[in-house]
Each structure stands twice: as structure tokens, then as C-alpha cells.
């Protein structure tokens, strides 16, 4: 596709539901990164794949986080038992390869997440 | 990635240039420079890169000093859509995982 791509943009959520996320990478990309933004605070990471090789999940807060992509493809983050904490947006982002010339990140809109 | 420093604010008429400083003076030699802007409620806007050369693309310049110990990030004809905070980001290829983005600049652009 032309940009990385999530769904939903915006999901109002019960505590203790599960929530699924998804990013659509740019075509070719074969890194994929998940961030997570509370409203006014810096960006965070939380998992990062690479081609096939194992992700990186060193970001993921707590056992009720995880992440999926098969292949180069589609990504999904998963949240279980939703806590109000964990409202915020989720930003996927997608590069070439890392250690490429000018390895730029591109960011998708993001998927509002708000728990109540 | 390298410590960046912007100021917190800027406003500019639109229609003028506006122009962003950052300071980046411990850059390393393999580091690039990033502008990325975020405006409220979207995810960051990847605007422009560069080494150590000028660099024009459709959107901004960035002008990298010849030390690179600091940049300026052009909007040659601010207009009110360009409202939003710029974030200068110093990072090499092979950094890690974490995009780091500072305080960044509020950039107001006004009628």
C-alpha cells in the first residue's frame, strides 16, 4: 500500500476485554515496529519484527501483550484483559531494513484505544 | 541516538518561511538526522533526512552545518496545516529498536 495502514482508528473498549490491532506495513517493508503513545508523553517502544528472525518484544509491558506477523505481512497486537492503563494510541510503523542507507520510519495514524 | 535540542516554540505568519534549529552537537559520524512532525492526535510524519549534505524534498530543506553539529529544518511557505510539534532526531542505521523523539518545537503558524 501507499502509507502503513491500522485498524480500527478508534476502539472504545471495556476493562478486562480482549482487543486485537492491526497494521498493514508498507509494501517491501520488512521491519515492523509497534509503539505505544499515552495522550501528551513520548512515544514507547513495544515490539519490533524483523523479516523471519525472532522479535524483539523487549518493550512489551506485561504478559497480557503480544504481537503476531506472519511472513513480511500484516501484524496484529493483541491486548488481553484491558486495564485502563493501557488506553493510548498504538502506533505501527514500518521501514525498509535496518542498516540500509537512511533507514526511515514510516508511522501509521495510529489506533485510538480508550478502556472504560 | 545522539542528544537533540529544540526550542519549545516557534511561531511564524503564514506564508513565511519558518525555519527550526536543532542542536545535535554530539552527532556521531554515522548518524543521520531525521525531521519528523506530529500533528495533534496523528502518528509522526516522516518530513526529511539528511548525512551531512543539504537536503530538498517536496515538503522542507534541511540545512546540516558543515561541523553537523546542527541543522535547521525550512518550511519555505508555512501554512496553517503545518501546525504541529517538529521533531529532530539524530540516529544511525543500525541504532536499535527505540525512536527516541525529545521535547521537539511547537510550531504555531498564525493567519
Known amino acids: 500500500g501507499a502509507g502503513v495502514s491500522q485498524s480500527p482508528s478508534n476502539k472504545v473498549t471495556e476493562k478486562g476485554k480482549d482487543v486485537e490491532l492491526r497494521c498493514d506495513p508498507i509494501?517491501?517493508?520488512?521491519?515492523l515496529y509497534w509503539y505505544r503513545q499515552r495522550l501528551g508523553q513520548g512515544l514507547e517502544f513495544l515490539i519490533y519484527f524483523q523479516g523471519n528472525s525472532a522479535p524483539d518484544k523487549s518493550g512489551l509491558p506485561s504478559d497480557r501483550f503480544s504481537a503476531e506477523r506472519t511472513g513480511e505481512s500484516v501484524s496484529t497486537l493483541t491486548i488481553q484483559r484491558t486495564q485502563q492503563e493501557d488506553s493510548a494510541v498504538y502506533l505501527c510503523?514500518?521501514?525498509?531494513?535496518?542498516?540500509?542507507?537512511?533507514?526511515?520510519?514510516?508511522f501509521g495514524e495510529g489506533s485510538w484505544l480508550t478502556v472504560v | 541516538d545522539a542528544k537533540t535540542t529544540q526550542p519549545p516554540s516557534m511561531d511564524c505568519a503564514e506564508g513565511r518561511a519558518a525555519n527550526l534549529p536543532c542542536n545535535h552537537s554530539?552527532?556521531?559520524?554515522?548518524?543521520?538526522v531525521y525531521w519528523y512532525r506530529q500533528i495533534h492526535s496523528q502518528g509522526p510524519q516522516y518530513i526529511i533526512h539528511g548525512l551531512k549534505n543539504n537536503e530538498t524534498n517536496e515538503m522542507a530543506s534541511l540545512i546540516i552545518t558543515e561541523d553537523r553539529k546542527s541543522s535547521t529544518l525550512i518550511l519555505p511557505h508555512a501554512t496553517l496545516r503545518d501546525t504541529a510539534v517538529y521533531y529532530c532526531i539524530a540516529r544511525a542505521n543500525n541504532a536499535g529498536n527505540m525512536l527516541t523523539f525529545g521535547g521537539g518545537t511547537r510550531l504555531m503558524v498564525k493567519p
Open positions: 510503523a514500518s521501514s525498509l531494513d535496518r542498516g540500509r542507507t537512511g533507514n526511515t520510519i514510516y
Open positions: 509494501s517491501g517493508h520488512t521491519a
Open positions: 554530539t552527532i556521531s559520524g554515522n548518524e543521520y
